[in-house]
């Protein structure tokens, strides 16, 4: 399996490239924005370590341009900024994790196994696809269609909709939410599952199409069709 690390300190990229390799990863190591974003492009990788603090181009720039060229691949923010701005910052342009330096290598282990097992998980399903009132969940090619329309999201809001999808009618807790698709503890001082909610309805609702992901006060959101 195949991992893209992105991370301009020497030191950092040495230790982590030697502890994936030893995990058993094949591991490219770019050390600026303008390699990582070359190679994001045009190689195909199960998960991609994203430093944020980059010579050249910096992480959120990197990580916006894949998005925008429609590369999906599970990206995990490696970062020493802690603050919530910063966090649903990179959340919104697309990213499917995000770790706080320092860390314990056993800790980016074990996100990066998760993240590619999501994946893997969505490649082996049984059903290809999840249907509700217009909306297709192509779950083999990771697209998403709304009343025929191609409807472009980024992994991470694929993820959202997934899990939404996968358990129609159910109400789902935002903490519940938040350890599904981020595999991250849910912090009631942050808005980060609400702010990518919001995102993923202004992206199925364009052109005013029926709503879909309903808001259950005090308890969290559900996914049905309703009149």
């Known amino acids: 399996m195949r991992i893209l690390l992105v991370e301009d300190d020497k030191g950092s990229g040495f230790y982590l490239k030697k502890g994936l390799t030893e995990a058993g990863y094949l591991v490219d190591w770019a050390q600026s924005g303008v390699d990582g974003l070359h190679l ?80 893997l998980a969505v490649a082996s399903s049984m059903s290809s696809s999840l249907v509700l009132a217009g909306l297709e969940v192509d779950l083999l090619r990771r697209r998403v269609y709304r009343d025929g329309q191609l409807t472009s999201l980024t992994s991470q809001e694929f993820s959202l909709l997934e899990l939404f999808m996968r358990r129609q009618g159910e109400v789902l807790s935002r903490a519940l939410i938040a350890s599904e698709v981020w595999d991250m503890n849910f912090d009631s001082d942050t808005n980060v599952v609400d702010v990518a909610i919001r995102r993923l309805r202004l992206k199925l609702e364009d052109g005013g199409a029926l709503r879909l992901i309903h808001t259950v006060r005090g308890m969290g959101y559900v996914c049905e069709e309703r009149e």
Not at 69 to 97: C, F, H, N, W, Y
């Open 40 to 119: 994001g492009i045009t190689e195909s990788y199960a998960v991609v370590l994203l430093d944020v603090m980059l010579p050249g181009i910096d992480g959120w720039q990197l990580l916006k341009a894949w998005r925008a060229a429609d590369i999906q691949t599970p990206v995990l923010m490696l970062t020493a900024r802690d603050s919530v701005e910063d966090k649903v910052k990179g959340l919104e342009l697309g990213a499917d994790d995000y770790l706080v330096k320092p860390f314990a290598f056993v800790e980016l282990l074990a996100r990066v196994r998760a993240l590619s097992r999501r994946r």
